[in-house]
């Protein structure tokens, strides 16, 4: 049996370009071509990304590319990381390969999310000269180097594991489920945990997962937890489903990055109006997907993964927090403009009384007397009256 894994690892450009106005395009040629001209300098290689909405493919190293899609958002895609010590791990846990996976992903993961190697300073040096070619920041709270993992917030990590044998493909398996469902094994990495791990597999009662076939040698096992990609050899199967990852993980964490800004800055309706579009668009994008042009199986296999990556609730949470956010907004510009009205309609009194006076008092008398001071006191007292009674009328 072989295996890998691979990490997807979203982040936030800071702007979104799903908006086809002439700026945007400007913007994101300018920023192609600052980008291209970038990876020159450094020996990176550029593709044409086959992905949907990605408008920038760079590959860094064999091991490590990006992809930076229209949403705003930035997708670092990692392989074959082969700086973690699994001596002690595999010979523990020979009979348990769900335990060697678990453990191999968890110090992964930590590796990345702390950039705890050189090979991921590219991480960093890459994502900093991106936000330095962004003019106006949409989401500024997330678009940073200070948001959670020095710009980072998760790191979603794919199985891929080769099995001649069959043994994991064509029934659900003891290993995979303790992949997809992982509470007992979540302490793997402290090796003061692992025989009472050991012990705890012994009387392990399954807890299920969708398991759905691609192909007649591949198959795909989804839960809250975890991807895995379980084949007899080695196919096209992996490639798609990582592809299909990197816009479901990028959506996913563009809508939880909207959530955070919302909820960290002071936006103005206009704002909430264009965030509460860029959620529509990505949306629709996600059901157009699912809805393509693909066999059955493929659908099948697409529509389980969606299921468990909590997108929907996400998305629920988000439009609520939009429309709750818009309410308040419209309502204090409704109670600006009801000031604004009273403000107006005071000074049409004044200016009314002020033009009036001159006439009734030369109308009376030709020079100032005390039928002045008492017409002058009179208006006063209307123009008092009268702005009373239009604050209460508004009220």
């Known amino acids: 049996?072989?295996?890998?894994?691979?990490?997807?690892?979203?982040?936030?450009?800071?702007?979104?370009?799903?908006?086809?106005?002439?700026?945007?395009?400007?913007d994101k040629e300018r920023i192609i071509s600052e980008l291209e001209n970038f990876c020159k300098d450094n020996g990176y290689d550029v593709f044409e990304a086959q992905i949907s909405k990605c408008f920038f493919n760079v590959k860094f190293n064999e091991n490590i590319s990006c992809f930076l899609l229209e949403y705003g958002?930035?997708?670092?895609?990692?392989?074959?990381?082969?700086e973690i010590d699994m001596k002690k791990v595999k010979e523990k846990f020979e009979e348990n390969i769900s335990c060697v996976l678990y453990y191999s992903k968890k110090k992964e993961q930590k590796l990345i999310l702390e950039c705890q190697s050189k090979s991921f300073e590219v991480f960093k040096i890459f994502m900093k000269k991106v936000w330095s070619l962004i003019s106006i920041y949409e989401r500024p709270y997330s678009a940073t180097e200070s948001y959670k993992?020095?710009?980072?917030?998760?790191?979603?990590?794919?199985?891929?594991?080769?099995?001649?044998?069959?043994?994991?493909l064509k029934a659900k398996n003891e290993n995979i489920d303790l992949l997809m469902n992982p509470s007992i094994i979540h302490k793997i990495c402290d090796e003061t945990q692992w025989d009472a791990i050991k012990?705890?597999?012994?009387?392990?009662?399954?807890?299920?997962?969708?398991?759905?076939?691609?192909?007649?040698?591949?198959?795909?096992?989804?839960?809250?937890?975890?991807?895995a990609v379980i084949e007899n050899e080695e196919t096209e199967v992996i490639e798609k489903i990582i592809n299909y990852e990197i816009n479901a993980q990028a959506s996913w964490f563009l809508f939880d990055c909207l959530v955070?800004?919302?909820?960290?800055?002071?936006?103005?309706?206009?704002?909430?109006?264009?965030?509460?579009?860029?959620?529509?668009?990505?949306?629709?994008?996600m059901s157009i997907i699912l809805g393509a042009n693909m066999s059955l199986s493929e659908k099948?296999?697409?529509?389980?993964?969606?299921?468990?990556?909590?997108?929907?609730?996400?998305?629920?949470?988000?439009?609520?927090?939009?429309?709750?956010?818009?309410?308040?907004?419209?309502?204090?510009?409704?109670?600006?403009?009801?000031?604004?009205?009273?403000?107006?309609?005071?000074?049409?009194?004044?200016?009314?009384?002020?033009?009036?006076?001159?006439?009734?008092?030369?109308?009376?008398?030709?020079?100032?007397?005390?039928?002045?001071?008492?017409l002058g006191i009179f208006m006063i007292v209307i123009f008092i009256i009268c702005s009373i009674m239009i604050i209460r009328r508004e009220k």
């Not at 958002?73 to 074959?80: A, R, S």
């Not at 993992?149 to 994991?168: C, K, Q, R």
């Open 260 to 285: 955070d800004n919302i909820n960290k800055s002071n936006m103005t309706n206009l704002d909430l109006q264009k965030e509460k579009s860029l959620a529509t668009n990505v949306s629709l994008d």
């Open 300 to 374: 099948n296999v697409l529509e389980s993964i969606f299921r468990t990556t909590g997108f929907e609730a996400l998305r629920d949470k988000l439009f609520l927090l939009l429309e709750n956010r818009i309410a308040i907004a419209e309502a204090k510009i409704s109670e600006r403009q009801v000031k604004y009205g009273i403000v107006t309609e005071i000074l049409l009194v004044l200016f009314t009384l002020v033009s009036i006076y001159e006439p009734i008092r030369n109308l009376i008398s030709g020079s100032l007397q005390t039928v002045d001071i008492v």
């Open 199 to 227: 012990t705890k597999i012994l009387d392990y009662d399954m807890k299920g997962y969708n398991l759905k076939e691609y192909t007649a040698i591949s198959v795909v096992a989804s839960s809250w937890s975890a991807v």
């Open 73 to 82: 958002i930035g997708v670092f895609v990692v392989k074959n990381i082969k």
């Open 1 to 26: 049996m072989n295996w890998s894994i691979i990490h997807i690892v979203p982040f936030d450009i800071g702007y979104s370009f799903v908006n086809y106005r002439c700026s945007n395009q400007q």
């Open 149 to 168: 993992y020095a710009g980072f917030s998760y790191v979603f990590s794919i199985y891929h594991i080769i099995d001649p044998t069959e043994n994991l």
